[in-house]
């Protein structure tokens, strides 16, 4: 019995040694300057509350730390990135994005193509980033001319207010149309096509870099307001439109009113 009892005991020890080389061999496995994964399946990272990156969401890729929404609400326009991806997992696939001095990470399997969540940086480049794209100074501002539903001029805008552009696309992203809530639709109202004029107008902010932008919906002039095109009904030649608030009304029809269009 005393014989059984040893091996046992020899047994147990040898196995708890393998399990310590094991975990010396993969110190991913460990958890990491007190980061640790939310299961064997993702690279999501639990972490302790942080007020500055409150919305975020880490992720661990081979022992590095990658964290997401540093550029606001922008869109990744360039998407240029690796054919290869360096991660696959329960939460997506990731692509390094090229043509940057920054280690960026892209998860391709996002529902929205370069929507803000998709888009990762390293941790300590965060901050960086994040002021960088919080400055005004480093984007360029362009009003886009669609004449006709087809032939298009871009024209710069030096001094647009970026706490407008901000309103106005905040006031487009809570009028967005969805077909399975009509609740939005009381502050719409249905007028003919044709009563819009040959143009449309969207507004742009592009980062300088070349990397993000954003766009603010289509946009029209109906009695001297600015009105956002809500949703076309085809074939009935109706569009349903919903004006704009005086104040950013007045304030975009001005700058429209200044482009060189061509009569």
Known sequence: MKKVKLFLICVIIMLWLSSCAINQDNPSNSNTDNHSLTSEHDSIVVEEYNESTVGTTAIMVDGVLYRNKFQGDLTLRNLKYGDEA????????????????????????SEVVGAPESVYCRDEQWQELKKYYSDSN??????????????????????????????????????????NDFAGTK????????????????FKMSSNDGLFSVDAKS???LDNVLVYRYYEVMPEDKTLIINVPKELSDY????ITNLTLDK
């Not at 991660?87 to 997506?92: A, E, V």
């Not at 009003?143 to 032939?151: L, M, R």
């Open 219 to 221: 946009f029209s002039i």
């Open 252 to 255: 975009f029809v001005s700058i």
């Open 86 to 109: 360096i991660l696959k997992d329960t939460t997506g696939q990731y692509h390094r994005i090229e043509g940057t001095k920054y280690d960026l990470l892209y998860n391709v399997n």
């Open 138 to 179: 480093n984007f360029t501002y362009q009003c886009v001319v669609k004449t006709n539903g087809v032939s298009t001029e871009t024209f710069d805008v030096e001094k647009l207010d970026i706490v407008k552009l901000n309103e106005l696309l905040a006031y487009c992203e809570e009028n967005e149309y969805d077909p």
């Open 187 to 202: 502050n719409a109202k249905a007028v003919s096509t044709s009563s819009l004029g040959d143009r449309a107008y969207r």
